[in-house]
């Protein structure tokens, strides 16, 4: 046995060893708090029970009595729907041109690459005044078409449209550079035997291209999905999550929760729910879908 | 065997480099302090780290901090640490470190994760409206004791309208500070172009939809009122105006319960609604609050109803003359006050709460008052502040200030309950709502009724 153990330890030390250290601040700072707050979900804690009160899962029930947590978990649905497609199939489109155009590559990369360098609070700010009414060029564009003055972030159908549009924007370049990388390892080879047989770019682009990368695709769309779950910044700046809750999303939520209700225990419960949600997306990558799209 | 050792010896040093990390901090802090007590002179003028709090008292000196939100623009840091500063100089065993910490929201944050982790501040400036939330919290003291004590702080002074939002249950528990009223503030050269006198502004609601039409021409709006944030305030006022009892506001002075849903309120909201739809004096929708002024400094808009905290921003960028006058009225004036108190947290020694007591003391008398004011654009917190020379320079110069202090008569305490934000909020969402469309004055109020209850029953056991 102590044989065995001995064998054990002598292979996998070292490896252990190297792991160590991040381990230990994963502990503390990710994996610590996460059961802490699962822990915490179990409890009512509010200011009006300040000590703790166990409820079992009576948070959890809570959640689904609540009508804006309800809200909230279908305008990130929708705050998804809308950035995920749309932000992918523009990086891929970015992507070709960027890897095509011979004229001028580095500008078009950095051209495409460039609203991702900024801090998501300088994209709101800038953005918060596009959308400005009567100064704003997207607002006045919006009340060209309309005929009337538009406040787009003021009106609760057109606010969720506006930051879609905002993500996109913002998104696009960042998974533009994954499509780039995912382009440059396709072998050249298979375009020159493509247009040997006479196929078309179109062709090319359809039965190549994009079979080829799927595996960037599903990366791409894995960090997508989790992004329009955690990207909030810009509500703090833009909206707060109104006009009445219509721009509201789960991260925010749980911060007002918190810091605004002092519900910890809701948050905590709410904090759980996003987690598992998250860990479900992205053990896509890891499970199955992964090995089903590559063509090796 | 020896591989095996090789590996142990790789774990252990990981471990003693981590440890060592940890270490090198303490190390590096206490050589800071060791400089700092060499040299005192360069540690008095330096911000220190709390840490190093037993180190640099040598002579028995008291040191607290003072945690202060800035929620207008301008170099407002400057002025409130400068007044710590000369704090320090005429209490030279107090030492205050001022602490910066964003705006009111952020503030409240830095604290509520104090009082939590027990290491609150000693002293800080937070809305008044957390005054509830605070007390369940139990992370505040009464200052009826400082206040019994102390002959020099003649709570006479203040404002009534300030005292009012201090105090629950017969305590006082903060002492008005950053203070503001909702005023109008009205562009006087548009005001002549549409031929309305510049020195009458509306008094009543009457007047201002008769002054709004004539005003909403020429690619500018006649008024606006902001809709998001803390949209319940404006609601406060026009509810207020539209009172018949004079004493009448959206909650119980313990608050405890929320009265939203009263057709006097559902008047006044649909006052608010008129302006925009039936009237077409205001922009549709929700209009955002900050952009309010900018609209207004831009000549987008003839007239706004806005904090008196923006005088200042106003006077420095608007390039025309502008006046300011109180919101108007339906059955009386009206308006709810706004701001920050200076709150003093438990969990402190007895000592650092006395020290924090001097503080609040020194940043509410008369000359402070008048310098903060002046240099703010927030309202003198006490009536003595106005007989100072810098206050009558600074209101002989600028006369539009006088405005917010005159209104104090009829201003009255800002939306203040148990749960405060869950109640804010819901009142707030439903305002927002209806202003958007979504829904009608009196449903709005009702549903906002309903949310508000449930999040006060538990505090009504």
Not at chain 1, 157 to 176: H, N, P, Q, R, S
Request: with cysteine; net charge neutral; aromatic share 12%.
């Amino acid at each position: 046995m102590n044989a065995i153990w001995s064998e054990k330890l002598k292979r996998n030390g070292f490896g252990w060893g190297l792991v160590l250290p991040s381990l230990l601040f994963l502990g503390m700072f990710t994996y610590y708090p996460m059961l802490k707050s699962v822990w915490l979900s179990l409890y009512e804690k509010n200011l009006a029970t300040p000590e703790p009160l166990f409820v079992g899962f009576g948070n959890y029930a809570g959640l689904l009595k609540d009508h804006v947590f309800m809200k909230v978990f279908n305008n990130n649905i929708v705050f998804a729907l809308g950035t995920v497609p749309a932000s992918i199939v523009l990086a891929f489109v970015m992507a070709l041109f960027a890897d095509k155009a011979l004229k001028g590559r580095a500008l078009v990369r950095i051209a495409f690459f460039y609203p991702n360098m900024i801090p998501m609070i300088a994209v709101a700010n800038i953005w918060l005044f596009l959308y400005t009414p009567h100064f704003g060029l997207f607002a006045r564009f919006a009340s060209w078409i309309s005929e009337q003055p538009v406040n787009l972030l003021g009106t609760p159908d057109t606010v969720m449209g506006a930051l879609i549009v905002m993500t996109i924007w913002k998104e696009a370049g960042y998974f533009m550079i994954f499509y780039l990388a995912g382009m440059q390892q396709i072998s050249k080879d298979l375009y020159e035997a493509a247009a040997v047989n006479g196929v078309g770019a179109m062709a090319a682009i359809r039965r190549i291209t994009i079979p080829l990368t799927m595996p960037t695709t599903l990366f791409v769309a894995v960090i997508a999905i989790t992004n329009s779950f955690k990207l909030v910044d810009h509500l703090w700046i833009m909206t707060k999550g109104g006009p009445n809750n219509a721009s509201n999303l789960l991260l925010y939520y749980i911060y007002d929760t918190t810091f605004n209700y002092y519900d910890q225990g809701m948050a905590a419960a709410m904090t759980v729910v996003m987690i598992a949600l998250l860990l479900i997306v992205s053990s896509m990558q890891f499970f199955g879908w992964d090995r089903k799209i590559h063509y090796e | 065997m020896l591989k095996q050792s090789k590996s142990m010896l790789l774990l252990l040093v990981c471990l003693i480099a981590l440890a060592g990390c940890g270490k090198s901090n303490e190390n590096s802090s206490a050589s800071e302090t060791d400089i700092n007590s060499a040299q005192p002179s360069a540690s008095a003028s330096e911000s220190e780290p709390p840490s190093s709090e037993a180190a640099a008292s040598p002579k028995g000196q008291v040191e607290i901090t003072f945690y202060y939100p800035v929620n207008v623009g301008g170099p407002l840091t400057k002025v409130i640490d400068g007044m710590a500063k000369t704090f320090m100089e005429k209490h030279p065993e107090i030492k205050v470190n001022p602490v910066y910490t964003g705006n009111y929201g952020d503030n409240t944050v830095k604290i509520q994760a104090g009082v939590q982790a027990k290491q609150p501040p000693d002293v800080a400036v937070m809305m008044s409206t957390e005054l509830y939330s605070m007390l369940d919290t139990n992370a505040i003291v009464p200052l009826d004791d400082f206040i019994a004590k102390d002959p020099d702080i003649n709570m006479m002074d203040f404002y009534p309208a300030f005292v009012e939002d201090t105090q629950s249950e017969g305590k006082t528990y903060s002492i008005p500070f950053q203070r503001s009223t909702i005023i109008l503030y009205y562009n006087k050269e548009m005001f002549k172009a549409a031929g309305i006198d510049p020195e009458k502004p509306p008094a009543t609601w009457d007047e201002l939809v008769q002054d709004a039409k004539l005003l909403n021409k020429d690619g500018h709006n006649g008024l606006e009122i902001p809709g998001n944030d803390d949209s319940y305030w404006m609601l406060q006022m026009f509810a207020r105006q539209n009172a018949s009892d004079p004493k009448q506001n959206l909650m119980s002075s313990d608050g405890k319960k929320a009265t939203f849903n009263t057709p006097e309120n559902i008047e006044a909201l649909q006052f608010w609604l008129d302006l925009s739809h039936k009237y077409k004096a205001m922009p549709e929708g929700v209009i955002d609050w900050a952009t309010v002024p900018t609209d207004f400094i831009q000549g987008k808009t003839a007239m706004m109803v806005h904090t008196s905290g923006n005088l200042t921003n106003v006077r420095n960028n608007a390039k025309f003359d502008f006046g300011t006058a109180f919101p108007p009225a339906r059955k009386q004036f009206g308006s709810p006050t706004g701001g920050g108190n200076l709150y003093i947290f438990k969990d402190t020694s007895a000592e650092k709460q006395a020290a924090a007591w001097e503080f609040v003391k020194y940043m509410t008398a008369p000359e402070q008052a008048a310098l903060f004011s002046s240099s703010s654009g927030y309202v003198g917190v006490r009536k003595s502040a106005y007989d100072t020379e810098a206050m009558k320079k600074y209101t002989a110069d600028f006369p539009q200030a006088l405005v917010a202090r005159d209104q104090l008569q009829y201003a009255f305490r800002e939306l203040s309950t148990h749960n405060h934000g869950k109640v804010s909020t819901a009142i707030t969402n439903q305002v927002q709502a209806a202003l958007a469309g979504q829904i009608d004055a009196a449903g709005a109020l009702k549903k906002a009724q309903e949310e508000a209850d449930q999040a006060l029953a538990p505090f009504n056991k």
